[in-house]
């Protein structure tokens, strides 16, 4: 292979085509990432026997081999998933799939689409939450698409080991599950609730495969950059049905809002559904009828597995769930804001605290409080800090979960005015500034969402989902290189959770 410094005419090639194929924007997973992906190709190329050959002869065996191009796709795809990832979406989704079976009845079956599937746990969870509900197999078609042959083969192996299980209380696990020597093997009545195959999300055709009543495209659209996205959600927007529900990333809410499409209203499920007519901003935009959709529903016979079909695309690569987290089990610390537009303090283990003796009054949703004095220390002591930031009291903890069960249930304003009511008599805590932004995102009220994260993050510089929504509305804004370093350190913030 020729130098590295000599090759970067090519590597910005290998850059383009990627865009091209997948919509991967280089620089939400870094140029060097790419770099890299291209090299190991590259050298498992030469080492087919192709010895002696220079990155310029790859480029050049890969413009006239499809495989070589999957084989790269291959290796920029990191699996990265698991069972009941973002959970209170698929709570929603059965609410809302009992709903849609109440108003139209059950001569036609639900149609909900995964993509990209992964390694099969979304699809796997969408089907034993349905099922879970009491929704009769006959009356659910569950489509699972991705790019990666490498992951749908792990997907219709349905074998999980213990990393695709997160969290702490497992009772699916104990239900749909089997014990055995390589891990846990899924019941086979949650295996063929869901049909498998290859596409690409940049290729579609809906007029193929008509529209579906919920579809679940998650963590995907943060890669893209606005050229691809905006075709990303012309291709989401056309399988969607017109009364459809489509579920996407934490990161990702802000985007749907900025192209016309209005919040379901149930927070902490990131769905939503098309505009009215007189509110829509898809101009132009063409959406298969009801009709024809409910018609290939009951006609279109399965696709078999790993089918070589070009008509969606999955997602790229690993992008670790910048929210999930244990509920409310965030630290909570005394230190005051400062102002209205609290400091976001840089990566660290606690917050920078002011110097001033007094506390400024802040405003949320209306209601004001007093946060407490601090303490007049230029550079706290480690007793303090481990003294002052602990786990959030029971109470806390309480307050919270019952503000999320009233938003759940869609009574926003009531979850806001109890979590107002907790912080006018407790101490700060981070995870209830975050939940008041969710609620603000869901309303649609921006800039009291944007207060609500950066307060959040003054308290605790490294809660993961008060990051990635922040960088959300700073990409919204044009900011596009200070929603990268809050991704980084949303990113970074999740894997020592996991850790």
């Known amino acids: 292979m020729n130098a590295h410094h000599d090759n970067a005419p090519l590597y910005r090639r290998f850059v383009d085509l990627l865009h091209r194929t997948i919509g991967l924007d280089a620089a939400s997973l870094g140029h060097s990432a790419i770099e890299r992906a291209v090299d190991q190709r590259a050298a498992a190329w030469c080492a087919e026997g192709h010895a002696g050959a220079t990155l310029a002869d790859y480029w050049e065996a890969a413009q006239a081999s499809p495989s070589i191009v999957q084989a790269l796709v291959e290796t920029v795809v990191v699996p990265e998933t698991w069972f009941y990832r973002d959970a209170d979406a698929f709570r929603a989704l059965a609410r809302l799939a009992h709903e849609r079976l109440d108003e139209r009845g059950t001569a036609l079956p639900l149609r909900i689409l995964s993509l990209p599937c992964s390694t099969g746990e979304e699809p796997y969870t969408i089907a034993m939450t349905l099922l879970d509900a009491g929704i009769d197999p006959a009356h659910m078609r569950i489509d699972a698409m991705d790019i990666s042959e490498r992951s749908l083969a792990v997907a219709q192996r349905a074998l999980y080991s213990r990393n695709s299980f997160r969290g702490n209380a497992f009772p699916f696990r104990d239900a749909h599950f089997a014990r055995t020597e390589d891990g846990w093997r899924l019941a086979p009545r949650i295996v063929d609730a869901v049909r498998f195959s290859r596409a690409n999300l940049m290729q579609l055709d809906a007029t193929a495969l008509g529209v579906y009543d919920f579809v ?3 963590n995907v659209l943060i890669y893209f950059d606005r050229e691809a996205q905006h075709a990303a959600l012309h291709a989401l927007n056309s399988v969607l049905a017109e009364n459809g529900t489509l579920f996407v990333g934490p990161a990702e809410t802000g985007l749907l809002m900025r192209h016309g499409m209005q919040s379901a209203k149930i927070p902490l499920a990131f769905a939503f559904h098309r505009a009215t007519a007189g509110e829509a901003q898809f ?3 063409h959406t298969a009828p009801f009709a024809t959709a409910a018609a290939l529903a009951m006609t279109h016979s399965p696709v078999p597995a790993l089918a070589p079909l070009q008509v969606f695309s999955a997602e790229p690569f690993a992008w670790p769930d910048p929210v ?17 537009s609290p400091y976001i303090p840089p990566e660290g283990n606690s917050p920078r605290l002011p110097l ?11 209601i004001s ?3 407490p004095a601090p303490f007049k220390a230029a550079s706290p002591s480690r007793e303090f800090m481990s003294s002052h930031i602990a786990s959030p009291t029971n109470a806390a903890r309480d307050t919270l979960q019952a503000a999320h069960a009233l938003a759940d249930a869609g009574r926003l304003t009531e979850a806001a005015n109890a979590i107002n009511a907790y912080l006018e008599q407790h101490a700060p805590h981070a995870d209830a500034f975050y939940l008041l932004g969710v609620l603000a995102d869901a309303s649609g009220d921006t800039n009291l969402a944007r207060g609500q994260y950066r307060k959040a993050l003054y308290l605790d510089p490294q809660h993961a989902g008060a990051l990635a929504h922040l960088a959300t509305l700073l990409e919204l804004e044009g900011d596009r290189n200070g929603a990268r370093l809050l991704m980084e350190r949303a990113s970074r913030a999740q894997g020592a959770q996991r850790g």
């Open 216 to 218: 679940f495209c998650r």
């Open 283 to 285: 101009n132009g935009w």
């Open 324 to 340: 999930a987290r244990t509920p409310f089990s965030d630290v909570a610390t005394p230190a005051p804001f400062n102002g209205t």
């Open 356 to 366: 001033d003796g007094m506390s400024p009054q802040t405003s949320l949703n209306g």
């Open 369 to 371: 409080q007093r946060t």
